[in-house]
């Protein structure tokens, strides 16, 4: 998997800053392997490790993760950002039926989803009907009203099988672009909310197809045209999403046979070509294999992690405990010990458990600590970090050391007045002696040493 490889791509990098060119390009090179495995179409991988590479050079090496898992979850994070930044809900008519369009290549299940979707809808108290605009193949017709009666909804079609009574004249072979129409006119008056149109596709790009799905759209002016695409393409996914957004236009799109082994390559690639959301994921024959799409699931199918993020956030989480402990054993030789660059760490601890006006309340000891970092709000809570940032290693180590011309300096860099730095160091003096009579009682990362 990517994790294995990145694993012997690092080797002792842990906590040494930030990672080198060299490390960033051997990891862009197994994650465009990983993608390119996962069936991701290679312009979108290169694009996509381009993007990545960029972000991991910001990032400064967490001494949480080892950088394997750290370049895992950023190429993680974007692309469960790029798969769902768009998400939406399907998007309803001001005025009823609200127009669904379905369109893809034969055999990409549409006609599956038609059912799937209109169950779906129905649940949620809609009343839907399935239109049934492919006249192509001879068994279409029948098979949307197998799938519409399984799904307990009404199907319209061309006679003999129309539940209107056979109000149209088109039979198989007939006028899709006719039926299409009629099919508004048949909802607005039986009182069908939702219309859901199936339509035909060949088994590849064709001007034909794209020519009758176009002119199904104009008769029936969709709310939503929903672009099928069988997960199992992989890269001919990115051919068929141009080509359907160029001839027809499509304004999301649902992923299909999701339950087969396909990596999920051809989410990112459609989603990253084509800029419109997916929305929903189809993963199997029956009506109920049907969900919205979920993002993350997705990221975690194309990078084949599978548990692999959770034990990242276990890391993560872990890692403050250890960060705690080693605090106590500090301190356990007495509060001078205790720095400015300790203060620092302790200030981004809170900062890290949200606002700090909820949080005073619930520390052991902290009562009597209100004094000591009066009044602080996040903000100000920046600002000392700030100021911590702007002193010296051996200033941080020896606050004692911080004298006039110093401050003044501390001042200039962190761009505060050179009185918030005496506040600063003053608070800090008077936190330290606090604590001390505590018995190191109070802050998040001492929670431990109260304990021994
Ligand atoms: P259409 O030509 O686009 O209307 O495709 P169909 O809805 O007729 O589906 C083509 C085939 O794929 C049928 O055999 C379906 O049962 C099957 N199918 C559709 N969706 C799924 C799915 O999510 N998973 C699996 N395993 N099969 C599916
Ligand atoms: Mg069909």
């Given at each position: 998997?990517?994790?294995?490889?990145?694993?012997?791509?690092?080797?002792?990098?842990?906590?040494?800053?930030?990672?080198?060119?060299?490390?960033?390009?051997?990891?862009?090179?197994?994650?465009?392997?990983?993608?390119?495995?996962?069936?991701?179409?290679?312009?979108?991988?290169?694009?996509?490790?381009?993007?990545?590479?960029?972000?991991?050079?910001?990032?400064?090496?967490?001494?949480a993760?080892?950088?394997?898992?750290?370049?895992?979850?950023?190429?993680?994070?974007?692309?469960?950002?790029?798969?769902?930044?768009?998400?939406?809900?399907?998007?309803?008519?001001?005025?009823?039926?609200?127009?669904?369009?379905?369109?893809?290549?034969?055999?990409?299940?549409?006609?599956?989803?038609?059912?799937k979707?209109?169950?779906?809808?129905?649940?949620?108290?809609?009343?839907?009907?399935?239109?049934?605009?492919?006249l192509?193949?001879p068994?279409?017709?029948?098979?949307l009203?197998?799938?519409?009666?399984?799904?307990?909804?009404?199907?319209?079609?061309?006679?003999p099988?129309?539940?209107?009574g056979?109000?149209?004249s088109?039979?198989?072979?007939?006028?899709?672009?006719?039926?299409?129409?009629?099919?508004?006119?048949?909802?607005?008056?039986?009182?069908?909310?939702?219309?859901?149109?199936d339509?035909?596709?060949?088994?590849?790009?064709?001007?034909?197809?794209?020519?009758?799905?176009?002119?199904?759209?104009?008769a029936?002016?969709?709310?939503?045209?929903?672009?099928?695409?069988?997960?199992?393409?992989?890269?001919?996914?990115v051919?068929?999403?141009?080509?359907?957004?160029?001839?027809?236009?499509?304004?999301?799109?649902?992923?299909?046979?999701?339950?087969?082994?396909?990596?999920?390559?051809?989410?990112?690639?459609?989603?990253?070509?084509?800029?419109?959301?997916?929305?929903?994921?189809?993963?199997?024959?029956?009506?109920?294999?049907?969900?919205?799409?979920?993002?993350d699931?997705?990221?975690?199918?194309?990078?084949?992690?599978?548990?692999?993020?959770?034990l990242?956030?276990?890391?993560?989480?872990?890692?403050?405990?250890?960060?705690?402990?080693?605090?106590?054993?500090?301190?356990s030789?007495?509060m001078?010990?205790?720095?400015?660059?300790?203060?620092?760490?302790?200030l981004?601890?809170?900062?890290?458990?949200?606002?700090?006006?909820?949080?005073?309340?619930?520390?052991?000891?902290?009562?009597q600590?209100?004094?000591?970092?009066?009044?602080?709000?996040?903000?100000?809570?920046?600002?000392?970090?700030?100021?911590?940032?702007?002193?010296?290693?051996?200033?941080?180590?020896?606050?004692?050391?911080?004298?006039?011309?110093?401050?003044?300096?501390?001042?200039?860099?962190?761009?505060?007045?050179?009185?918030?730095?005496?506040?600063?160091?003053?608070?800090f003096?008077?936190?330290?002696?606090?604590?001390?009579?505590?018995?190191?009682?109070?802050?998040?990362?001492?929670?431990?040493?109260?304990?021994?």
């Amino acid at each position: 998997t990517l994790s294995d490889r990145l694993s012997s791509v690092f080797t002792n990098l842990r906590g040494k800053g930030r990672l080198s060119d060299a490390d960033i390009d051997a990891t862009a090179r197994e994650i465009r392997i990983a993608l390119l495995e996962a069936d991701v179409a290679l312009p979108v991988v290169r694009q996509f490790t381009t993007a990545i590479k960029e972000r991991a050079r910001g990032e400064e090496v967490s001494k949480a993760l080892n950088p394997a898992q750290q370049v895992i979850k950023i190429v993680n994070d974007e692309l469960v950002e790029i798969l769902g930044g768009q998400t939406r809900r399907l998007q309803f008519a001001k005025t009823p039926p609200t127009v669904i369009m379905l369109a893809g290549l034969q055999g990409a299940g549409k006609t599956t989803l038609a059912g799937k979707l209109a169950r779906w809808l129905r649940e949620q108290g809609h009343t839907p009907v399935l239109v049934a605009c492919d006249l192509q193949r001879p068994n279409a017709v029948t098979q949307l009203q197998v799938v519409g009666e399984r799904a307990g909804v009404a199907v319209y079609a061309p006679e003999p099988g129309n539940t209107d009574g056979g109000q149209t004249s088109s039979g198989p072979g007939g006028d899709p672009v006719k039926v299409a129409r009629d099919s508004i006119e048949f909802a607005r008056r039986a009182q069908h909310d939702m219309v859901i149109v199936d339509t035909a596709g060949r088994l590849g790009i064709d001007a034909d197809m794209m020519q009758q799905a176009a002119d199904i759209r104009d008769a029936v002016q969709p709310d939503e045209v929903l672009f099928v695409v069988d997960a199992m393409v992989g890269q001919d996914a990115v051919n068929t999403a141009e080509a359907f957004g160029d001839g027809v236009g499509f304004s999301g799109v649902v992923l299909t046979k999701l339950d087969g082994d396909a990596r999920g390559g051809a989410a990112l690639s459609v989603r990253y070509v084509t800029g419109q959301p997916i929305m929903f994921a189809s993963n199997g024959e029956k009506l109920e294999d049907f969900d919205v799409f979920h993002p993350d699931r997705m990221a975690s199918r194309i990078l084949g992690m599978g548990d692999m993020l959770t034990l990242i956030e276990q890391a993560q989480q872990h890692f403050d405990e250890a960060e705690a402990e080693k605090m106590a054993a500090k301190l356990s030789g007495g509060m001078q010990n205790f720095t400015l660059e300790d203060f620092l760490d302790q200030l981004m601890a809170i900062r890290r458990m949200g606002p700090i006006g909820n949080l005073l309340g619930m520390l052991p000891g902290m009562g009597q600590m209100k004094d000591a970092i009066s009044q602080v709000d996040d903000k100000d809570l920046d600002r000392t970090a700030a100021i911590i940032r702007s002193m010296t290693p051996a200033e941080r180590e020896n606050p004692k050391m911080i004298n006039g011309s110093r401050r003044l300096r501390i001042a200039n860099g962190s761009g505060v007045r050179v009185n918030d730095v005496n506040q600063l160091v003053d608070r800090f003096f008077e936190a330290r002696k606090m604590m001390g009579q505590l018995g190191g009682m109070g802050l998040p990362g001492m929670r431990r040493a109260s304990k021994k």
